[in-house]
């Protein structure tokens, strides 16, 4: 099973920009979709964004729509999430996870997930 290790959070100020990486073990990365989601203080784990084992489709929260992307480099084993024009309700954890097969927004689909990194937008 793949093993997960997130990096690049920290503190910005809103309308910055922070780039996240998730660093993956094992020789199987390309055959699994990837997945971003955050949980922010005293709420849920939610969706953020989502790839293919390709990188060729992608699905985002409508909340990041437009200001995240997700890519990814199988032959470094490595996706990210590029996060721009960053607001103060982004603060939170985000962790990536992945799972084989399709895509999905649903937490529960994914099989392995990384440790979290915290990302923190003041205003």
């Known amino acids: 099973q793949v093993q997960l290790v997130e990096s690049g959070g920290g503190l910005v100020q809103a309308g910055g920009s922070l780039r996240l990486s998730c660093a993956a073990s094992?020789?199987?990365?390309?055959?699994?979709?990837m997945g971003w989601f955050r949980q922010a203080p005293g709420k849920e784990r939610e969706f953020v964004g989502t790839a293919s084992w390709s990188g060729a489709n992608t699905y985002y929260a409508d909340s990041v729509k437009g200001r995240f992307t997700i890519s990814r480099d199988n032959a470094k084993n490595t996706v990210y999430l590029q996060m721009n024009s960053l607001k103060p309700e982004d603060t939170a954890v985000y962790y990536c996870a992945a799972k084989r097969g399709i895509t999905a927004t649903l937490d529960t689909l994914y099989d392995a997930w990384g440790q979290g990194t915290q990302v923190t937008v003041s205003s």
């Open positions: 094992g020789r199987t990365f390309s055959s699994y979709a």
